[in-house]
């Protein structure tokens, strides 16, 4: 009897998550295990001090509904503080760029964070399995190290990211990051060596031992708050006791006869749907895969989608989101009719830079039918390590806007947008696509596309992840180098700007499960060092 299925970009992540799986635990066990793992071995992508989404469908339990947890801000945060620091904005809108970088590296780049206490209270509310058993192949993967894989060192290593302070630098931040990930001449760890991580073995037995509360109350919380303090930081011990997990109930929409649910706002679902919404108006089929009008078609819908994000759309707590209008068919419809005649829309941006693409996913689901999709990040590493504790906190105020009076500006106890969007696709009433990514604003470009390729093209899941993407998060159309310059060419005379990438698998890291009939088909993005595993 198949147990269940799980894909994520960390191949040790999945085969800890296939494990308990296989003896016996539910997706949620299964999910919980491989997000704290990869947390060890993708320590720069996610980790205790992050963020995320979490997407649970529990048909036994009757439930369906989300897990929020995401970075809010401190308490002694203002709202015109980095105001006359800006120097800059992404091309795609993930994030500032600031005098000095404070909002990017260091200790006044952290927000309060939300994945420790989500992990926990997903297993207690919905797990089999006891939460030292949850922590201990995470506390073992630290132990014994884990192997430099290719993402993971281009990550580290990279020094094109366009204005963005090279991870390199980052973790070289603290003296304590430096210990951990270079050797002695100083360097970051090669390709292939081994890195251990005791102080983090450390930190879970804690963990483990003490739930969460010792992260958010107890003398965990005192030494994180205690070192962020004395460095000039804006989070507090106040702050960590503060934190909340949310609930939310899904956003639905229909395309083409399947029913779609996703994420609730700070988080990017509102978009995957208005994009669909969008695009349903249209024969994409008919135009053919990555055609010219294929790619200025859903270009179209994706800058009109991104529009709304950056001027409507942030954390409803502070911002009135208008989900009913930007959802409505016939908004939709609206902008559909817009593209139909050949206008051309127009996102404002400072300046032309490209984003940091520092999150990662997972999708499982079992025998019983749970399914959970979940992204999960750091936002961008803070490159701030506490001594003797391992891990390496957010960055996450990078991505607030530093203008006053914006949706997405600085707030105390703000969360702010991201584009993660763990989605469902349903079809007769049951889950039929489980997909998600990492990719920051990205992800939800890579989730649509993926849709769009099993949906409308009838691709496998495998084709319609592996199939060469492109975004709009700008004027500007970036394509993956597996995009033909005949096909670019012709795009260009359509009179869109067009960047191509030096990659050939690029924007996001799309990863899905697919249910047919009871049957079981996964993916994980070949751009990343993941797999998919049935057990």
């Not at 030494?223 to 109930?249: F, M, N, P, V």
């Not at 707590?317 to 419809?333: G, H, I, N, Q």
């Not at 830079?353 to 959970?372: K, P, Y």
Request: aromatic share 8%; proline share 5%.
């Amino acid at each position: 009897m198949k147990r269940g299925m799980i894909t994520a970009p960390q191949p040790e992540a999945v085969e800890a998550g296939a494990i308990v799986l296989r003896r016996g635990g539910n997706a949620v066990d299964a999910a919980i295990v491989c997000a704290l793992v990869q947390g060890v071995v993708d320590p720069q992508m996610c980790g205790l001090a992050g963020f995320g989404t979490m997407h649970l469908y529990l048909p036994k339990k009757n439930f369906h509904g989300f897990i929020d947890f995401h970075t809010r801000a401190p308490a002694a945060v203002r709202e015109d503080m980095w105001e006359d620091l800006i120097e800059g904005e992404a091309r795609d809108g993930f994030g500032f760029f600031l005098k000095g970088r404070v909002n990017e590296v260091g200790y006044q780049s952290i927000m309060v964070p939300g994945s420790l206490k989500a992990y926990h209270e997903a297993i207690e509310e919905h797990g089999t399995m006891d939460w030292k058993d949850i922590c201990q192949p995470a506390i073992d993967q630290a132990d014994a190290g884990f192997i430099v894989r290719p993402h993971v060192h281009q990550f580290w290593t990279r020094s094109d990211d366009d204005g963005r302070i090279p991870t390199a630098d980052k973790i070289k931040f603290t003296a304590a990051g430096r210990r951990i990930y270079c050797g002695a001449n100083g360097e970051i760890a090669a390709l292939g060596s081994l890195v251990r991580n005791p102080d983090m073995a450390e930190t879970l037995r804690r963990i483990a031992r003490g739930g969460a509360d010792v992260f958010y109350s107890g003398d965990l919380a005192e030494e994180i708050a205690g070192d962020i303090q004395a460095h000039g930081g804006l989070l507090s011990l106040d702050d960590l006791k503060a934190y909340r997990t949310g609930r939310a109930d899904p956003l639905w929409s229909s395309y083409r006869g399947y029913r779609v649910a996703t994420n609730q706002p700070p988080g990017g679902g509102v978009m995957v749907l208005e994009m669909l919404n969008i695009l349903e108006y249209f024969d994409l089929a008919a135009m053919g895969h990555n055609s010219p009008d294929y790619i200025g078609t859903v270009a179209e819908a994706m800058k009109y989608a991104t529009i709304d994000k950056d001027t409507r759309v942030g954390d409803p707590r502070f911002v009135d989101v208008p989900l009913d209008e930007l959802l409505a068919k016939p908004y939709a419809a609206g902008l559909a009719a817009a593209i139909e005649r050949g206008e051309v829309a127009h996102v404002e941006r400072i300046d032309k830079i490209e984003e940091s693409r520092d999150t990662t996913h997972l999708c499982a689901i079992d025998a019983d039918g749970n399914a959970v999709s979940m992204t999960h990040s750091l936002g961008m590493p803070s490159g701030v390590v506490t001594p003797g504790l391992g891990i390496m906190y957010n960055g996450c105020m990078s991505v607030f806007d530093p203008r006053p009076g914006r949706a997405g500006s600085i707030a105390p106890g703000k969360s702010r947008f991201t584009a993660m969007a763990p989605t469902i696709v349903f079809k007769d009433g049951e889950p039929h696509i489980v997909i998600g990514a990492p990719g920051g604003t990205f992800i939800t470009m890579g989730v649509l596309q993926g849709i769009l390729n099993m949906l409308d093209f009838g691709m496998t899941v495998t084709d319609a992840i592996a199939a060469p993407r492109f975004s709009a998060n700008s004027d500007t159309i970036a394509v993956s180098n597996r995009i033909p310059r005949f096909v670019t060419d012709e795009v260009e005379a359509l009179g869109y700007p067009v960047a191509r990438s030096y990659l050939s698998y690029v924007f996001a890291g799309v990863h899905a499960i697919r249910i047919d009939d009871g049957a079981w088909s996964g993916a994980a993005d070949p751009g990343r060092d993941g797999m998919a595993l049935a057990v």
